[in-house]
Structures are given as C-alpha cells and as structure tokens.
C-alpha cells in the first residue's frame, strides 16, 4: 500500500537547489526512520538519506555536505534540502522507511517520486 507524496522536484541548473517534500500517510510516522531514496536512468534504486526518530541523520557520500534531510513529525512530513546540484543527481527521489534485511527491489509500496533533472 503507497503511504508516500513526494513533491518539490524540477528542473535546476548545476549549482542550484531545490527543496523536496514527503508527505507520509503512515500512522507510525513519528516512530520511524525514513529516508530519501533516488533511481537515476539506467540505474538502481539507492537510499540518499536517513533519519532517525529524533533527527539524526546519514548520507550518501556523494552528496553529504550538500543534502540536508530533515523532518517534522507534527506534519507526518520530510524534506530534503538540496544545495549545489549537480547533473549526477538527476534522478526520481522516493522516500519510504528502511526496512532492514529488505533489498530494495523487494519494497511494494513506492510512491510515484518527484523528479529532478540537473542540467544547463
């Protein structure tokens, strides 16, 4: 069952930013890890992002320092604050919750994404 609206994405310019939003329908919301997770054309699905019941967070290498990910449980909601764009992000982001042990290709419950193209 999709649980997820993701929303925010577009086309930017390298360099630019965009802020991205997950809206979650889950009554967990508040008791969940979540994440960002992105599949670029070509290639698998990968987790970008996570976020742990009381905010702490982890990154891809390739986009820490950049990416900001945060979370406001009163509105079921995450973000993804992305800063210094570059045309290797161009990709569909999804958020959903890591469950562990689960490959991703394994998940049945992805939203439709948002997509952001990265080009000049």
């Known amino acids: 069952q999709v649980h997820t609206v993701e929303s925010g994405g577009g086309l930017v310019q390298p360099g630019g930013s965009l802020r991205l939003s997950c809206t979650c329908s889950?009554?967990?919301?508040?008791?969940?890890?979540m994440g960002w997770y992105r599949q670029a054309p070509g290639k698998k699905r990968e987790l970008v992002a996570a976020i742990t019941t009381d905010g702490r967070t982890n990154y891809l290498d390739s986009v820490k320092g950049r990416f900001t990910m945060s979370r406001d449980n009163a509105k079921n909601t995450l973000y993804l604050q992305m800063d210094s764009l570059k045309p290797e992000d161009t990709a569909v982001y999804y958020c959903n919750y890591p469950r562990i042990g689960v490959p991703l290709a394994d998940y049945d419950d992805w939203g439709q994404g948002t997509r952001v193209t990265v080009s000049s």
């Open positions: 889950r009554s967990t919301f508040s008791a969940d890890p």
